[in-house]
């Protein structure tokens, strides 16, 4: 459904108490998982009901950061905070597999040194990704305890050195097919994201696309007036990527207030857009962000509790909602309704 051609309308608000870190809704539309790092809690809430399913989950000894569902509704996984330097570094950098019937931990999947940034589920299958600070991506299978594979970041070629500093991102497409692994080059030159057949990743990658940091300093110019600012932003460190539902464009979120949409093709730059904070100027943490269900428009949320809706496809903004108390920090799209989520301390359920 176009979000330019329909008015969302707040269906339900869940209260919550603390700021969301992480959204992720199940297949099936329903169920909606929710986390927050501040107070360690994990919220399930009933997305045909606009109701909490059960009372906030509590994770008292580990915390909780990542949330992912899984195929099972009462199954996910999530990793914790890793603030714990009792533990070891393969506890502390674990994903936990949790059965949220009997609350129970079904599995833990260790192997990765660093903070892991992101988990991704295969639609099709058991198997999902994780990328990690200790600048690997693992695959994985939730019937196994060990990863499938390990593939370090993209290597340099061609004149390109990668950024020694850097830490991969990876997502899958919505078919489970492909994935795509993203790491910087040196010297703010840009990023590489490549693309693997997830039947045959052991082949190597089939694509390699060069996202230039020259294009999108050209992007963000055309928005920002300050060009110190402007180059600021443009060498922001990338967060997260996400593949629209027919992977012709991909969504970059970065340490700053800055998203970046990326041609899924040719790695141009499509677009550029911007959490605004208070000030009108580029929120400088990471906002709420996700591409609208049918793939052609992106949401963005602000400080203010707004949150920004795009036409990807000819770069205009077609509309502002407005609902939140506080700065929009995750924004979800349902996968089976007319409905997404977002969240500051309270979750919103918008219906299309």
């Known amino acids: 459904m176009n979000i330019s051609q329909v008015d969302p309308k707040i269906g339900a608000v869940i209260r919550g108490k603390a700021p969301a870190t992480f959204m992720s809704y199940h297949e099936d539309g329903v169920h909606l998982f929710v986390t927050s790092e501040t107070d360690s809690r ?3 809430i009933d997305c045909q009901r606009g109701v ?3 009372p ?3 994770f008292e000894r580990d915390g909780i950061r990542l949330v992912q569902s899984t195929h099972h509704n009462q199954s996910i996984l999530f990793t914790g905070s890793g603030k714990d330097k009792t533990q070891s570094v393969g506890q502390r950098n674990a994903i936990n597999y949790l059965s949220l019937h009997d609350n129970k931990i079904l599995r833990e999947f260790r192997g990765h040194s660093g903070t892991i940034n992101s988990i991704s589920m295969n639609p099709v299958d058991d ?3 994780t990328s990690s600070a200790d600048r690997t991506v693992r695959l994985w299978d939730l019937q196994q305890a060990g990863s ?3 593939m370090e970041m993209p290597k340099g070629g061609k004149g390109m050195t990668m950024d020694p500093s850097g830490c991969p991102t990876a997502a899958l497409y919505s078919t489970g097919l492909v994935f795509g692994i993203s790491a910087s080059l040196d010297a703010n030159a840009g990023h590489l994201i490549h693309l693997y057949d997830a039947r045959n ?3 190597g990658a089939f694509a390699e696309m060069k996202v230039e940091n020259s294009a999108v300093l050209n992007s963000i110019q055309k928005k920002v007036s300050q060009p110190g600012l402007a180059l600021e932003l443009s060498k922001s460190k990338w967060k997260s990527i996400t593949f629209n539902n027919s992977g012709k464009q991909i969504l970059v979120k970065t340490e700053s207030g800055v998203v970046v949409l990326v041609d899924g093709y040719d790695g141009a730059v499509t677009d550029t857009y911007f959490g605004e904070g208070m000030d009108g100027a580029p929120m400088k943490e990471t906002p709420g962000s996700c591409f609208t269900a049918d793939g052609n428009g992106v949401m963005i949320g602000n400080a203010d509790g707004s ?3 795009w036409d990807a496809v000819n770069g ?5 909602l407005k609902g939140h108390v506080g700065p929009v920090s995750c924004i979800e799209s349902n996968p089976k309704y007319a409905q997404f989520a977002s969240s500051c301390t309270n979750v919103a359920l918008w219906l299309m």
């Open 52 to 54: 909490s399913d059960k």
């Open 148 to 150: 499938l594979a390990s």
């Open 56 to 58: 906030a989950l509590k």
């Open 201 to 203: 990743y052991s082949g």
């Open 307 to 309: 949150i920004s809706c």
């Open 127 to 129: 198997t999902f990704l």
């Open 42 to 44: 994990l919220r399930l």
């Open 316 to 320: 205009t903004m077609v509309k502002t």
